[in-house]
């Protein structure tokens, strides 16, 4: 039996006090006549009391068509999605890795959670074969966070058919300008070696289908009426700071996006024509109609095949993932800003090294397929003297003394020692020819 201390003392989550106190998510319990005084589950000290505790709710707290059963689902909705938002950056929780342990616990015996997928708290690890294929790693690694986005009240009351028109409008706009920035980007990285091989602009680019849309509901001074919300800004500003520092983590929003239009998104079309009477095949759900794919189905395994043709190594493709599951965490916060709930906090930015970016766009403009050094595999990589650069060097990295001749910059901190003394010998041979 875990003592609650000892497992709080432990847990990185709870270092700055319980992860759970912030002002998101009280709001949501001060609903809930348990918590009118205080937070019942303060004086617990065994995981054993937390679940006496939830015994004592009546069966009538799992029924959402009643007050009482709502509340309690969109407090642990909201619990869900912190824990999703956690577990991104601090990995897997071992009390929830095989399920959550107050998943039955009702004295119904009914699913205290049925809404919601915690199969897996966390983020799964997979061996080297499986994140080999990209498609399946993010997805794999993405799975909570997607199930956090699907149970955004808003998402869920729009796929159940409740659509307000207002709200419909500003999902518009908020998504008109995560494209402005996402496809201003992918534009200007169109040659990047990596997102080039998922760049689609002629089948996929949504700006002038969510144009026509604004243009219907707003009129034709439509841009002058679409204010950028403020969690619309945060993943805006997200977005264009990855395009100049990070490009290749520009994979994750294209990924989370576009796929999620061909996929859910199609379902919600045909949600919204019904619910808000709009025309079938007009303007209203351009946003969701791909008029040059033929076949959603086709398309997706074709993106997932480029995907999966990147070659990414196993420290990028992790950094990939980890952004894509930040990707969904800024989707939610607007989806929870349109719902006028509560707001989970920024994610935190992915640290990634700049130096792969370098070496492969720099190798890419000196023609070498998919930046593919020559030499890579003529011997092995020196070990990084940095940080920074220990985290890009890998068995794929150009040996020295070969880089010097496409990414000097690159070699001078991979390989200092060898760049001085290389450089020392030259300048005494030069010294000898020449006599200085």
């Known amino acids: 039996m875990a003592s609650l201390t000892a497992v709080s003392a432990a847990c990185p989550a709870f270092s700055q006090g319980c992860p759970f106190s912030s002002e998101n998510f009280l709001t ?14 303060v004086g617990v000290k065994h995981t054993a009391e937390i679940q006496g505790l939830l015994e004592k709710m009546p069966a009538s707290h799992t029924d959402k068509k009643l ?19 956690m577990s991104l950056s601090m990995g897997t929780c071992p009390v929830f890795s095989n399920g959550c342990p107050f998943r039955t616990t009702c004295s119904s015996g009914r699913p205290l959670l049925s809404e919601l997928d915690a199969a897996k708290w966390g983020v799964a690890i997979l061996d080297q074969t499986q994140k080999e294929r990209l498609s399946v790693y993010l997805k794999t690694q993405t799975r909570e966070v997607h199930s956090a986005a699907e149970n955004v009240p808003f998402i869920r009351d729009f796929a159940q058919g409740i659509l307000d028109r207002g709200q419909y409008i500003q999902l518009l706009i908020a998504l008109y300008h995560v494209y402005v920035a996402l496809e201003e980007a992918l534009d200007t990285q169109a040659n990047h070696p990596v997102l080039r091989g998922i760049y689609f602009p002629a089948e996929l680019a949504r700006l002038e289908s969510l144009e026509l849309d604004l243009e219907y509901f707003l009129g034709a001074e439509w841009r002058s009426r679409i204010p950028m919300s403020p969690c619309t800004k945060d993943y805006v500003q997200r977005i264009r700071d990855l395009s100049t520092s990070q490009p290749v983590l520009l994979l994750s929003h294209a990924y989370t996006r576009y796929l999620g239009d061909l996929s859910g998104g199609q379902a919600l079309r045909i949600v919204a024509v019904k619910a808000l009477q709009l025309p079938g095949d007009g303007p209203g759900t351009a946003f969701y109609r791909f008029d040059n794919i033929a076949s959603p189905r086709e398309f997706k395994q074709k993106y997932r095949a480029a995907m999966d043709a990147t070659g990414l190594s196993p420290r990028i493709a992790d950094a990939v993932a980890q952004e894509a599951g930040a990707s969904f965490l800024f989707n939610i916060r607007i989806f929870q800003e349109i719902g006028a709930g509560p707001v989970l906090p920024l994610p935190a930015p992915t640290l990634l090294a700049s130096g792969v970016d370098v070496a492969a766009s720099h190798a890419a403009a000196h023609g070498k397929e998919g930046g593919v050094c020559p030499f890579a595999a003529k011997a092995p990589v ?12 890998g068995p794929d990295q150009c040996p020295f003394p070969f880089i010097l001749m496409h ?17 020392l010998g030259l300048a005494y041979a030069l010294s000898g020819q020449f006599g200085f």
């Open 407 to 423: 990414a000097p910059r690159l070699a001078l901190q991979l390989h200092p020692i060898k760049t001085a003394v290389l450089a």
């Open 67 to 85: 007050p009482s059963g709502a509340a309690v689902d969109s407090l642990f909705s909201t619990l869900h999605q912190n824990s999703a938002a």
């Open 28 to 41: 949501v319990a001060k609903n809930c006549p348990a918590f009118k005084e205080a937070c019942p589950f």
């Open 382 to 393: 020196a070990a990084a003297p940095t940080a920074e650069a220990a985290a890009e060097a």
